[in-house]
């Protein structure tokens, strides 16, 4: 089994929700100025992608250029990593399961029995080296979804353990992210949770290298020196995993504390980080000068996690306007069940962001949000179906066309006369919900002399889509008559991509995610101009 590559691997016990998906990507960060870095997410779900699942359930369904639906962990990789994923390196068991049922129905196990070991095991070896190959990575971070101790993880913690000791100590590596609580009732940090859980991962054969303590604060070198003695791992490889004000603090943290130096000694590599603009940036995340009031409104405001890209989107716009961004969370179902007014609910609020969504549920409350910011002047971004309520907003209470709505009204069972919104083609007859919208990287033409190509400075862009509906050609030009006006379009111009209005401070719609290809050191144009927007209106 010749590689090159060196392997990272990246476990998770105690507690769900620490952050190895941080710590995942932090490590990325941490190696990469020099190295080749490509991460791979294994999820134990059965789901093929987690494409159909509800946000509230899973959260955020991240979208790759390539149209791949993946974990939310995505999200960070390619925020810390710099890198754009791609869809093979989520593996859920879902994909696996399918791949080995496949093989098997084609006749590659002839004479065989198919079973979990070896060849579930072998199938998911196999990947990971395959990807290491043709990606030319130096470093493969494997992140293995759950806890140690979940049923649903065992075969890929059984493959990694098999790909360690084919590939030899010098060429893997184990860190093991558990939970170091600080009971208040004896005002000290506790080790057991920590020794435990490594206890149940040396009982699947894998033995960590470095273990990081998840914690309110630093972990006392007394913890650190006891965990290390009952984890078999040196004092020094017991790294503080303690609690920020951002996460983009993470990969400071873990450098201070000498994680970078233990990985380039354990696995004999050299990749310094490079922090400077990076920690300016950090800085002005801790520090800044002003600050704004920003309102999501939506429908899964239950869970922050379904709209994770979003919240990051406007950490960057954020730094990059030295201010800090208050989001507010207004549930739309509240306004469409006139417990509280639009104008009520966004007093105080700088602006508006209506993000994207399916089914019926709170549209009315979105359409009556959308109608308050282009009466009142407040800057609005409309992302994907926030843009087709605007546009139905827009063709009823401008263009007087007063059965507007969109087909999705229809498919849920209800009544649309005027379908301002339609299926794309091709999209109305789909009986498969799974990886059959309109997805990944698309070209975006944009109106040479509008906003939005001023604030592009370029005509032509790409972004992330993951849309069934569409602006309704046959009343474009009624709308523009009005004067909405639609600045980005496909190339051949048949789908309308962005919206905006002329005699408004920021009022723009995209039928695209900006916040998919939002970084810290670059912002998403539109997310940077709405809070530079909302700012100039808070002032």
């Known amino acids: 089994m010749p590689t090159k590559t060196k392997f990272i691997v990246v476990t998770g016990g105690v507690l769900s929700g620490l952050g190895k998906g941080i710590t995942t990507a932090s490590i990325g960060h941490l190696l990469g100025s020099k190295l080749r870095i490509v991460p791979i997410k294994c999820d134990g779900y059965l789901n093929t992608d987690p494409g159909t699942m509800n946000p509230i359930e899973h959260g955020e369904v991240f979208v790759l250029d390539d149209g ?132 149940l991962l040396n009982e699947r054969g894998i033995f960590p290298d470095v273990i990081i303590g998840r914690s309110e604060s630093p972990l006392d070198p007394s913890i650190k020196a006891k965990i290390a003695g009952f984890c078999n791992v040196p004092a020094e490889a017991v790294i503080s995993g303690v609690d920020v004000d951002t996460v983009y603090e993470v990969p400071l943290i873990y450098d201070e504390d000498g994680l970078t130096e233990i990985l380039h000694k354990n696995l004999g590599i050299y990749s310094p980080p490079k922090f400077t603009v990076w920690r300016k940036l950090v800085d002005k995340i801790k520090h800044p000068s002003r600050e704004v009031n920003i309102a999501i409104c939506g429908k899964y405001t239950q869970l922050r996690d379904s709209y994770a890209s979003i919240i990051e989107a406007l950490i960057h716009a954020g730094a990059e306007n030295d201010a800090r961004v208050n989001i507010s969370w207004i549930e739309t179902t509240a306004i469409e069940d006139r417990k509280i007014t639009a104008e009520k609910a966004l007093e105080g609020i700088h602006g508006v962001i209506v993000p994207g969504g399916f089914g019926t549920r709170g549209i009315e409350g979105k359409i009556e949000v959308i109608r308050h910011c282009r009466e009142n002047a407040v800057p609005l971004l409309g992302i994907c179906y926030g843009m087709q309520l605007a546009v139905v907003e827009f063709a009823r209470n401008v263009c007087k066309i007063e059965s507007a709505g969109t087909a999705e009204v229809v498919e849920d069972g209800g009544e649309c006369e005027a379908q301002v919104v339609c299926y794309l083609p091709g999209q109305g007859n789909i009986d498969r919900k799974g990886g059959t919208m309109r997805l990944g990287g698309q070209d975006v033409l944009l109106k040479a002399g509008s906003r939005a190509e001023k604030l592009y400075g370029t005509t032509k862009i790409r972004e992330r889509f993951r849309h069934r509906y569409e602006v309704n050609p046959d009343f474009v030009e ?23 209005l002329a005699e408004h401070p920021f009022f723009f719609g995209t039928q695209y995610h900006p916040e998919l290809v939002s970084r810290l050191e670059r912002p998403a144009p539109l997310f940077r101009e709405l809070v530079r927007k909302a700012l100039e209106g808070a002032e």
């Open 68 to 199: 791949g639906e993946v974990d939310m962990d995505f999200g960070h990789y390619e925020r810390f990593i710099g890198v754009n994923c791609k869809f093979e390196w989520n593996l859920t068991m879902g994909k696996v399961y399918q791949a080995i049922l496949d093989r098997e129905r084609r006749g590659d196990f002839l004479g065989k029995t198919v079973q979990l070991i070896p060849h579930v095991t072998d199938e998911i070896k196999s990947r990971f080296l395959h990807i290491a190959e043709i990606e030319r990575a130096d470093i493969c971070l494997v992140e293995i979804g759950g806890t140690v101790g979940d049923m649903e993880n065992e075969l890929y913690l059984e493959a990694v353990r098999q790909l360690a000791h084919e590939l030899g100590k010098q060429n893997t590596l184990f860190v093991h992210v558990t939970y170091v609580p600080f009971p208040q009732n004896v005002r000290e940090q506790k080790s057991k949770p920590t020794q435990q859980s490594v206890k």
């Open 478 to 500: 009624q709308l523009e008559a009005e004067g909405l006006i639609f600045s980005g379009t496909t190339p051949d111009g048949s789908i309308m991509q962005v919206l905006e």
